[in-house]
């Protein structure tokens, strides 16, 4: 009798203990006739389940052929697949590319997001060899996919793949990714894999991003047709030997609010390289130990001139603050005895471009100089910058002392080399006091007399303009300054 009611107590706590693991599924995900729970198919114990996690996003039902009906109830959903990713009792790892193919409207949703710093360990663990990459979606449309987090453990892998690598198939189209978490690989997430008309990427939106410790590039774009893509709220932080932290080597995105961190150590590339395409940045905080951008004229190998001109997406920053890192915390302050001598400088240059198209710096703060280069032929064109190291290289490079391709508008203020006020100065409105003895001019250039004065006949203009292209070039007074007026109006 004792045994029985022994057994009798098992069986109910073992009811129990299950009814809890399901109740914590929401009930409108159980109700859903098209509903998949990973549970059923993997252990989360460790150990390789390559097998049964692919068959579990495998039996979420593809509804790309007949998907019409399954939007009754819009904005509700009722029948949208959904697969319900329970957290594991360690992790799910698996060895192969876990491929979501040929899915549309439906939800991947991991049961809670990934907090490193609440010791919150990823669920998807890669137990594979180098060179892999852990997911791949391409075929897909309005996916909704949240909480999903891996860790590659070292390995030179991808984490996520968007599209086809080196090929034009494919889309991931009208999708998000919401608290996705990815560390430990080498390059983050790929959004398209051939920079030549590669496979249709638009109109995708990512939320609270988190890429951390990548050996290689933490976001790359690569597809001629990668558009409309939405970043808010990306962090990123590069390991030990860490590239770029975002690469584009065709198409546009767009970051919203995001945090470009640096590494243990300086980092051999840049927090944003440009080599085709383009990249709208608005606001972003960047500890990067190297320069913040920097764009290449070089379209990559693979870029074919036909595409050339699609590629060349305007790159805009906005609210930008590089300061890299605590080491420069002492930089310029008089009397400190940490200040160091400019020739330790651990990062002159914060931006260094020289693309074909303009680049545009509004109410940005840069540590380093913006170094403009002759062979891209581009311009900059800066509302607002300001340079936090007082006595760093500001504006410079071939591309603005010799060719002055640097719109600024604001006027310079007294006794410092920082822009304020409403006033445009460009090559054809430059202040100075005489014609210009170097640089490269074109025809109708204008230097603005900024020390008028009539009694003086070198003064005595209202500035000097360019009849002949060169360097410096043929230069000729103009606006003659009669005698000054002076108001003697009575009181």
Sequence with gaps: MKLFKLICLFVALVSSFAFCAESKIPQQYTNS????????????????????????????????????????????????????????????????????YEKWNVEIKCETPSIPAMQI???????????????????????????????????????IMVGQENQMHGFFKLSSFSQLYISDVAV????????????????????DVTINNFSEIGLIGSSGNLATQTFINLS?????GAKHGVAMYGGQIVLMNSCLGGGPSK???????????????YGCWSEWRGPFLYGNPQCPQNQSRRVDSAARYSTIL?????????????????????????????????????????????????????????????????????????????????????????????????GTRDVVDPYVIDRRNTPGTAAPTEGVWKKGDRILNTDPNPSVSAKAYAGWICVEAGEPGMWAPYGKIGEACVNTESE
């Excluded at 983050?188 to 939320?207: T, W």
């Design 33 to 100: 006739k098209v509903f998949v729970n990973l549970g059923d198919y993997a252990k989360g114990d460790g150990s390789d389940e390559t097998e049964g996690i692919q068959k579990a996003f495998d039996a979420l039902v593809s509804l790309k052929k007949n998907w019409k009906p399954h939007l009754d109830g819009y904005p509700h959903r009722k029948k949208r697949g959904v697969l319900w990713i329970p957290s594991p009792a360690k992790f799910y790892g698996f060895s192969r590319t876990i491929k979501v």
């Design 121 to 159: 360990d990823p669920y998807f663990v890669w137990l594979g060899p180098d060179k892999g990459t852990m997911f791949n979606f391409n075929y897909c449309g309005a996916i909704n996919v949240e909480n999903l987090s891996m860790s590659g453990r070292g390995k030179h892998v991808t984490g």
């Design 318 to 414: 906005q609210g930008i603050q590089h300061y890299p890192g605590a080491e420069t915390q002492f930089w310029k302050i008089p009397g400190s005895k940490k200040e160091k001598p400019e020739s330790e400088n651990p990062v002159p240059i914060s931006i260094d471009w020289d693309r074909p198209t303009p680049l545009t710096l509004v109410n940005c703060s840069f540590f380093g100089g913006v170094k403009l280069g002759k062979v891209g032929q581009s311009s900059i064109i800066s509302i607002g910058t300001t340079f936090s190291n007082r006595d760093g290289l500001r504006f410079c490079g071939e591309g603005i002392e010799r060719y002055g391709r640097l719109v600024q508008i604001g006027t310079l203020a007294s």
């Design 188 to 207: 983050g997430m790929r959004l398209g894999g051939n920079p030549n008309n590669g496979a249709d990427i638009a109109v995708n939106s990512y939320r």
């Design 236 to 240: 990123l932080s590069a390991g030990v």
């Design 267 to 281: 980092v051999s590339g840049a927090a944003v390289a440009v080599f085709s395409g383009g990249i709208n940045i």
